[in-house]
């Protein structure tokens, strides 16, 4: 997108006025000169000539401006007859040519009467300084006194004449005049010098009419020659400029399709190459870039330094939580894929180098390349700039837009750090400017305050401290607890008893004030509060988002959880002035093989209040909730049955681990596509339990539920995990074992650790036990076997042997 010119400004107007006064003077000037002065009429027939050769002016492509021979009969009227009718004759072309032209508006007009006339007039008044001989008309000259003044006279008009229309055209589009002055005196000083070369070669020798008639008939078939190979010459090149600016636009068009498409993919950026693109050229401009060719590159480069987010997966580009280690890797990638992709293109100007590395920075932080200060390219540096700042000025997922004060304070803070400190000076000049420009509002008007502005929320969140052994044990008997409700929850239970019941199992596995259950509703694009419990309740029962929005709408659309996100993401303003607040979030999809059917969302009133380890507890059983969901949104209304209310989780869980017993086969595959089976036992010091038990607790992972079904033995249950998985957690017990005892699996240590998974060892949870059991050894079997086998020989299982 080609950014439009800035509207014109004052100093435009003003200057058009100064020249026009200027240019009127001048004027007054020269008929006054003209009634005090004797002239010749003949000069009336140069004037003629002057306006008749105006009528054949050639068009130069690319300024406004044209060529014409008018230029040798101004020089021979002020060498002949002064500088008086010289001036009146330019003034009168001037306003000749605005009629021809038909520029209706005024200040065309009066600018193309006032420009030549001035300049002629300081032209001519510098020729008689210098010559000091009156008109050629009133007496003798010779080209070696009038030679030297002449030159003067045709550089002095053709530099004013240069200069004045530059300065016109840079104040009316608000770019650099130098560049535009530069052209001119290309396209034309050869046009002047040669007018100036053939006037000093026939005024000395003009006497009368006659004189002047021969010598225009003797020019005039090489006056007229080279008008013609000069028009067919700029014909030629103004169609071969248009080509090539058909062909740009269409190449323009191309990327812009292109940038539009990652645009539109990525709900977070949305709309935002555009303003950077406006941005970016302004910044470009304000400090001093001129070259065309690099700020095409700037133009392009902004349109599509996000084309590499086409390789980046959906659920990450468009995360409203906390990115992981990772997806902010996988994110990362965007800068060199889009350069690479771009690479293929053979562009005319350097757009590849600046799409790779506006995430640079000026330390040599950045990525990909970590170069640092000058090595980044200066496109690259505006880029970051213009980037970050309307990164901060638009909403996102994570947060809310901030003012253009807070956005423009921590672009200044990261000035010398992460941006090229000249490139910020310039852009908090343009930034007044750019400040009231609207940003796209996907969120809530209400969403609220947002923890700590100005932090790169997208940054993957610190590791938590593992949880103590008890919790471990609590939170294992509460998964199986809920699992085991959720299974006895008949078809017939309704919104209102399966949420419940759900519901007070999750308030004691994670630190949640309020919960809400959200259904998707694919005919209307949302998600909507099907039920909801806790704090502020009656607040959100009718919370309607629309899919891919908020936090809920994301989990709803990718089907993937999302923990420690911006609470008001979901609520806004609704709870505004409720307090406590709520600030944290974990979201759970409930899906099932046909697609999500709704969303688990969990509100805390803590920032960063929820484990991920808590997390993957809930994961565990969101299978099953899914499923007593779907039931539950299809059932009619009943009231809640006390008798499903969920009991406090028992201290000792070896009855639950019996109980899976008693299920059999059908538990591996609830567990997920594999099960593994860790048996620890004691074979020596009862106090190298205590030991044994942090070792385990270190070494597993919250999902992987502990069972204690004696004092002296452990026993885990490994959802997803295969044999590698299995030799990690027994290498991390015997690391984190104290090193005055002898770690497993030595014959001499006073532990013995056994692991089995499916299908290797069995296809059900029994025959993973028993294998499991069976490498602990003779002894450690026989003293784990009383308390937790006693299920398998009740239904015909034989005790495994050495």
């Given at each position: 997108?080609?950014p ?8 435009h ?6 020249v026009f ?25 140069l ?44 003034a ?15 200040r ?21 300084a ?27 008009y ?8 530059s ?22 000083w050869?046009n ?5 070369c ?25 006056i ?18 248009r ?42 401009r ?29 659920h ?53 390349d ?12 505006i ?23 807070q ?5 200044r803070?990261?000035?010398?750090t992460?941006y ?5 000076d ?11 420009e609207?940003?796209?509002d996907p ?19 610190p ?9 471990r044990?609590?939170?294992t ?5 809920l ?31 309020l919960?809400?259950f959200?259904?998707?509703?694919d005919?209307?694009?949302?998600v ?39 609470a ?34 969990l509100y ?5 209040a929820?484990?991920e ?11 099953p ?11 009619q ?30 538990m591996?595959?609830e ?16 106090r190298?339990m ?10 597993t ?7 204690r079904?004696?004092d ?38 006073p ?39 006693a299920?398998i ?10």
């Open positions: 997108m080609t439009a010119p800035r509207p014109r400004s004052g100093l107007s003003a200057y058009v006025a100064t006064v200027a240019g009127l003077a001048a004027l007054v000037d020269a008929l006054y000169t003209m009634q005090v002065t004797e002239v010749s009429d003949q000069w009336i027939g004037a003629m000539l002057t306006l008749a050769s105006g009528l054949f002016t050639i068009k130069v492509p690319a300024l406004n401006a044209a060529l014409s021979v008018s230029e040798t009969f101004l020089f021979m009227t002020v060498l002949m007859f002064g500088g008086g009718p010289a001036v009146i004759i330019v009168l072309d001037g306003l000749t040519i605005s009629l021809i032209r038909r520029r209706r508006e005024v065309h007009a009066a600018f193309n009467f006032a420009e030549p006339t001035l300049s002629m007039w300081v032209a001519s008044k510098v020729y008689a210098l010559a000091g001989v009156g008109p050629l008309s009133m007496g003798p000259g010779s080209i070696a006194a009038i030679g030297v003044p002449t030159l003067a006279l045709c550089a002095v053709f530099a004013m004449n240069a200069g004045l229309n300065l016109a055209m840079a104040s009316e589009s608000g770019s650099s005049p130098v560049p535009l002055w530069r052209k001119y005196v290309l396209a034309f050869l002047y010098v040669g007018g100036a053939i006037t000093l070669l026939l005024a000395p020798n003009l006497r009368t009419t006659g004189d002047v008639v021969i010598s225009i008939l003797a020019i005039a078939p090489l007229i020659g080279t008008h013609f190979a000069i028009k067919s010459s700029m014909g030629r090149l103004e169609d071969e400029n080509h090539l600016s058909d062909v740009s636009r269409l190449h323009l068009k191309v990327v812009e399709t292109l940038a539009m498409t990652v645009d539109a993919r990525d709900q977070v950026t949305h709309g935002h190459v555009r303003r950077v693109q406006t941005y970016a050229l302004q910044l470009a304000n400090i001093g870039l001129a070259d065309p060719l690099e700020l095409r590159a700037i133009e392009a480069a902004a349109l599509l330094h996000d084309m590499g987010k086409l390789h980046i997966p959906e990450i580009l468009n995360k409203p939580g906390t990115l992981t280690d990772d997806e902010y890797e996988r994110m990362k990638l965007h800068a060199p894929l889009g350069a690479d992709m771009l690479s293929a293109v053979d562009f005319p100007y350097p757009v590849v180098p600046i799409v790779r590395h506006h995430h640079e920075n000026w330390d040599g932080t950045g990525y990909p970590r170069l640092q200060a000058e090595a980044i390219p200066v496109g690259a540096r880029l970051s700039v213009v980037d970050c700042y309307d990164a901060l000025r638009s909403h996102r997922p994570y947060r809310r837009a901030l003012s253009p004060e956005a423009m304070a921590i672009v803070e990261r000035r010398g992460m090229d400190p000249a490139v910020v310039a852009f908090e000049l343009i930034q007044p400017a750019i400040e009231s609207t940003v796209d969120l809530p008007e209400g969403l609220g305050r947002f923890a700590t502005a100005g932090r790169d929320m997208r940054r993957p969140a590791a938590s401290e593992a949880l103590p052994l008890e919790l044990l609590s939170a008997d509460m998964v199986l607890r699992y085991e409700h959720l299974l006895t929850l008949g078809s017939g239970a309704g919104i209102d008893v399966t949420c419940d019941t759900v519901s007070r199992y999750l308030l004691r596995l994670a630190p949640a004030g919960i809400v959200y259904r998707r509703d005919a209307a694009d949302k909507v509060a099907a039920y909801a419990s806790g704090f502020c309740e009656a607040l959100v029962r009718d919370v309607r988002m629309p899919l891919g929005h908020g936090v809920s709408g994301w989990v709803a659309a990718n089907g993937r959880s999302v923990i420690n996100a911006d008001a993401l979901d609520l806004g303003h609704r709870l505004d002035g409720i307090a406590p607040e709520f600030r944290s979030v974990l979201s759970i999809p409930l899906s099932l093989a046909r697609g999500t059917v709704g969303v688990v969302t805390a009133s803590q920032a960063h929820f484990r380890e808590q997390r993957q507890a809930i994961e565990l059983v969101s299978g909730m899914a499923e007593a969901f779907s039931r539950a949104l299809d059932a209304p009943q009231p809640v049955d006390a008798s499903v209310i969920a009991a406090t989780p028992s201290a000792s869980n070896g009855p639950a681990l019996r109980g899976l017993l008693a299920r059999d086969t059908r591996v595959g567990f997920g596509r594999s099960l593994g089976v860790l048996c620890v036992t004691n074979v020596g010091d009862a190298v205590a030991h044994a038990t942090m070792a385990v607790n270190k070494a992972r919250i999902a992987d539920l502990i069972f079904p004696t002296d033995s452990l026993v885990v249950l490994m959802p997803d995990s295969d044999a590698g998985a299995g030799q990690m957690v027994v290498d991390r017990i015997a690391a984190a074992m104290p090193p005055d005892l002898v770690p497993p699996p030595s014959e001499s240590s532990l013995r650790v056994g692991f089995a998974c499916s299908p290797l060892d069995g296809d059900s949870l029994r025959q993973l036990l028993e294998a499991a059991q069976h490498r602990l050894g003779e002894s450690p079997v026989a003293q784990l076997a009383p308390a937790s086998l299920p020989r009740e239904h015909g299982g034989r005790p495994c042997q050495a």
